[in-house]
């Protein structure tokens, strides 16, 4: 089982409406959840943390965590053709030592 | 604020030539992270200082990969000899806070190494 799961995609959604984009992890005491976006060639970018249960609003976005099913989403409303890019998922983990676990990321494309 | 600065940003080399790569990264920072990201993959993490100590470098092929942080802030990857499958782009970021937190990290613009 890998470690950080996200469905590759690719995700299309027409402009203005809702993009949903899941997450699931491995680890239970993982604590902090991140999604990064990344636009073709270029590097990761954070678009939101979240780090309790329950739902974490900034501007168009929404990321939701569930820390008993393993769960982090990100919700995009609103979606526009600039939102279209790669989504990272990204995990906090202290198991085996400190590290950051990515997936492999769910490509959006936004269509005008 | 500059952001983490990397270079090159393009590198081309045979299999078995040795390649370094180069990160400064946001000033005051105390942990710096290395990630290889190979195309269709999220960034899988090599190594990470917090200032010139190592924190984590459990992935690191460490029979080919080095890396070193200069008295806590420039950092240096080095790959000797290289590999096909180290064709790859490596990221380098920073955090503010000591390694273990729940900082953002903040990515560079990456060197994309192609390896023939």
């Known amino acids: 089982q890998k470690e950080v799961e996200q469905n590759s995609g690719p995700l299309s959604v027409p402009e203005g409406a809702i993009a949903s984009l899941n997450c699931t992890y491995s680890?239970?005491?993982?604590?902090?959840f991140f999604w990064y976006r990344q636009y073709s060639g270029k590097s990761p970018e954070l678009i939101m943390s979240i780090y309790s249960n329950g739902d974490k609003e900034d501007g168009r976005f929404t990321a939701q965590l569930n820390k008993a099913s393993q769960y982090v989403s990100l919700l995009i409303r609103d979606s526009q053709p600039s939102d279209s890019a790669t989504y990272l998922c990204?995990?906090?983990?202290?198991?085996?030592?400190?590290?950051?676990?990515f997936g492999a990321g769910t490509r959006l494309f936004v269509k005008a | 604020e500059a952001g983490v600065a990397q270079s090159p940003r393009y590198k081309i080399i045979e299999k078995r030539q040795s390649v370094a790569f180069w990160c400064n990264p946001i000033?005051?920072?105390?942990?710096l992270y290395w990630y290889q990201q190979i195309l269709g993959q999220g960034p899988k993490l090599l190594i990470q200082f917090q200032n010139n100590g190592v924190v984590d470098d459990s992935q690191l092929p460490k029979d080919r990969f080095s890396a070193e942080r200069l008295k806590g802030v420039d950092s240096t990857l080095k790959i000797q000899p290289a590999k096909l499958e180290d064709s790859a782009v490596y990221l380098c970021?920073?955090?503010?806070?000591?390694?273990?937190?729940?900082?953002?990290?903040?990515f560079g613009p990456g060197t994309r190494l192609t390896v023939l």
């Open positions: 680890d239970r005491v993982s604590q902090s």
């Open positions: 990204a995990v906090n983990t202290d198991t085996g030592g400190f590290k950051t676990i």
């Open positions: 970021a920073s955090s503010p806070g000591l390694a273990g937190g729940s900082d953002t990290q903040y």
């Open positions: 000033s005051g920072h105390a942990t």
